[in-house]
């Protein structure tokens, strides 16, 4: 009886383990580089951005990279100034520790801000 009491208490608790339960790791990142508007006339390109970032803090640098290697390619979400947008994160293979965020809303970042990633798992 107390062992299905156990395990009743462990499935009632499993969903507040964040690294089991599936939480979104939020990581706040360094802005390297920005991109203007892109000179292209086909409108597939129009509106593209990126900002080539990294983890702001050295606490965080292995847990990106971790993520980074499972997941590159994800669309992940971003925060700016307390306003959530969308995008896709991608590895940059050379460049360790770094990501390629790509997005298409209008977003005003400049080199060295800090923005925070939402990152699935």
């Not at 970032?53 to 971790?66: F, G, I, P, Y």
């Not at 940059?92 to 520790?97: P, R, S």
Request: charge should be positive.
């Amino acid at each position: 009886m107390k062992l299905k009491m156990w395990m009743l208490c462990l499935l009632l608790l499993l969903p507040a383990l964040p690294g089991i339960a599936g939480q979104a790791l939020k990581i706040p990142c360094e802005v390297l580089e920005t991109s203007g508007s892109f000179n292209t006339n086909s409108n597939a390109f129009k509106g593209m951005h990126y900002m080539l970032v990294h983890q702001a803090n050295a606490a965080d640098r292995e847990t990106l990279s971790t993520w980074l290697k499972a997941h590159s390619g994800t669309e992940i979400r971003f925060i700016v100034r307390e306003k959530k947008y969308p995008g896709i994160l991608c590895r940059m293979a050379y460049c360790f520790g770094r990501g390629l965020l790509l997005y298409t809303d209008k977003v005003t970042v400049a080199d060295k801000d800090i923005i925070e990633v939402i990152l699935p798992q």
